[in-house]
């Protein structure tokens, strides 16, 4: 195995034109080099446009959070997930609880009198709990520039500088800024947890890596979709040792797995979960049903931008066309009835009057017309089957950057398949997928696509028009920015030439559609203002804004696949 490590740990012998020229010039001026790849002025920068963004709207992700650090100062831990006044219940793990217990002990006075701390239906606040909040989620996203800064520096010389495009991509990402700064979220942190497992993985410090995604899953469940990739990925790389086979007969398989290696992450992970659950056990069945609420329906009020949302709208396409014409139904309804289509066309329409079938609203069950019902135990089976397939590699060949590669995909199928995805889980995708651009230029692509239209996906979040500007300008820069980056520094690793020409043409062509949509759908949104009849088609915008980024989301998703599954001197 220790050959194999080697192998792979200078990274870019792959490119040896770049790192040749760029490492020999770091090697002499070590510390102003260090001084350059510094995040530092990426926060002030970064911060300073933050603060400024703090009085615009605030959602009800704002007065969720407001909600929980009322409920975890107010009441005793056993009454936490039981308590229901409003409707934002708490439905995080109890780390998260802990941080908001951490950060209702720091609410000041004047903050505490403007209503910061009470539980009730609809949180009455005003400016002095929107600054302090907004605070909290500037301040704990410290913690995401120190661990990527730690990623730069702990990076070889040769990598340094395309890893600090990486890094400083992932910090001013448009996806923590909408998410986190102008919706209300803590992602920064959270994701900051996740990374530093990911670079404990690079590092081969594999119990680190492991305690640090039990702590982020003790944060954030979302993050067991990405539990099978880390229990393959650790499993080979940690417990078993498949050498002791080669010497040992068949009898030896005992010996296979390390069992100190064993016992060492099974101990830590099983003391950080008790940490975490232990004082909950009494109420656990409750906790249990805050974490997983299968009731909600399968798609969230905004369709994310998955496979659903395609198969949602083919319904709709379905019912309307049969509607209109009814020897279409008829031809149909020869060839299917009674499996799949409604028998006549009046059940069409009396199924379209009694269910409710906007798309705006809190939580609401998907009803389809013509196409089957889905449960949620498909979305279950869907989801693992594809993630099956992106961790048998890494069971086989458990190197970091199979890892990654798999991370992302098991990203992807959760987020595709999943039941109840909301749009802003994008980034269980987009995060991990900035680990594995700097080692191929093929990898660029996919990556196009998916970053663009997994922000522009992000855009109906933020529905104030004053906040259209901000929001489009922001990403068009960011995209430009580091786009053109990445196309510069990002070589060819091996010596297999680009083939898939049309792919990336067409994924080009792609992004750039995204604008002309993007203000396409504002300008509707502006003239229905003026001309009523508009109105009635409100929920088109969304509907396209959904469409055409999960046609971007699915095919970097089969762009990576490809790459992962039949590229395969690209893993090594
Ligand atoms: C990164 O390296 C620089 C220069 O050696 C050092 O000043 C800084 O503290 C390091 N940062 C982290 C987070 O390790």
Request: proline residues 3%.
């Given at each position: 195995m220790s050959p194999s490590k080697v192998g792979r740990k200078p990274g870019s012998k792959g490119k040896p034109d770049f790192s040749s020229s760029k490492g020999s010039i770091s090697q002499q001026t070590e510390p102003k080099q260090q001084l350059r790849f510094s995040l530092w002025n990426f926060w002030v920068a970064s911060t300073a446009l933050k603060v400024l963004l703090m009085p615009d709207y605030v959602s009800t992700d704002f007065d969720v959070h407001r909600n929980w650090m009322a409920i975890t100062n107010k009441l005793p831990l056993k009454e936490w997930y039981l308590e229901s006044t409003s409707q934002w219940t708490l439905d995080y793990p109890p780390f998260f609880a802990y941080f908001e217990w951490f950060l209702s002990q720091v609410v000041p006075a004047s903050v505490r009198a403007d209503g910061c701390l009470d539980i009730v239906e609809v949180g009455q606040y005003g400016w002095p709990t929107i600054l302090f909040q907004r605070s909290t989620v500037i301040i704990s996203e410290i913690l995401l520039f120190v661990v990527l800064q730690i990623f730069i520096n702990t990076s070889d010389v040769s990598e340094r500088s395309v890893n600090f495009v990486v890094a400083s991509s992932i910090a001013l990402s448009p996806a923590f800024f909408i998410?986190?700064?102008?919706?209300?979220?803590?992602?920064g942190f959270l994701f900051a947890i996740l990374i530093g497992s990911i670079i404990a993985a690079k590092k081969q410090r594999y119990l680190l890596c492991g305690a640090l995604f039990a702590t982020s899953l003790c944060f954030k469940h979302i993050f067991l979709y990405l539990a099978p990739a880390y229990f393959v990925f650790l499993l080979r790389a940690y417990v078993l040792d498949i050498n002791a086979l080669k010497y040992k007969s068949y009898r030896d398989w005992v010996f296979v797995p390390q069992w100190r290696n064993l016992f060492k992450l099974g101990g830590v992970v099983l003391l950080i979960f008790t940490i975490c659950f232990a004082p909950f056990i009494t109420v656990m069945p409750q906790l249990i049903a805050r974490l997983f609420p299968f009731s909600r329906g399968l798609t969230h009020a905004y369709w994310a931008p998955n496979f659903w949302a395609i198969y949602s709208f083919v319904d709709k396409v379905l019912a309307a066309v049969m509607l209109r014409m009814p020897y279409v139904h008829n031809c149909v309804s020869k060839l299917f009835r009674p499996l799949l289509v409604p028998a006549t066309r009046e059940e069409i329409k009396h199924k379209m009057a009694t269910v409710n079938n906007g798309t705006r609203g809190l939580v609401q069950d998907v009803y389809f017309l013509i196409l089957p019902q889905i449960q949620p135990k498909l979305t279950f089976l869907l989801t693992l089957f594809y993630q099956l397939l992106a961790v048998i590699p890494v069971f086989i060949n458990p190197s970091f950057k199979r890892f990654i590669g798999s991370l992302t995909l098991c990203g992807f199928s959760a987020f595709l398949?999943?039941?109840?995805?909301?749009?802003?889980?994008i980034m269980l995708v987009i995060i991990p997928f900035f680990f594995l651009v700097s080692f191929d230029r093929r990898f660029l692509t996919p990556f196009y696509l998916l970053t663009a239209s997994g922000y522009v996906s992000l855009?109906?979040?933020?529905?104030?028009?004053?906040d259209f500007l901000i929001k489009v300008l922001y990403t068009l820069i960011w995209c430009i920015i580091y786009f053109s980056a990445f196309r510069k520094l990002?070589?060819?690793?091996?010596?297999?030439q680009r083939r898939i020409f049309f792919f990336d043409r067409l994924a080009a062509l792609y992004c750039l559609l995204l604008l002309p949509m993007v203000l396409g759908i504002q300008s509707l949104e502006v003239l229905k203002g003026r001309y009523s009849p508009i109105r009635k088609y409100e929920f088109l915008g969304l509907m396209f804004y959904s469409i055409y980024c999960s046609i971007g989301v699915i095919g970097s998703w089969i762009g990576l696949s490809w790459l992962y599954n039949f590229d395969e001197p690209l893993w090594v």
């Open positions: 998410i986190d700064h102008i919706h209300f979220q803590y992602n398949f999943g039941w109840h995805v909301h749009e802003k889980a855009f109906p979040l933020l529905y104030k028009s004053n990002v070589r060819v690793s091996s010596s297999v």
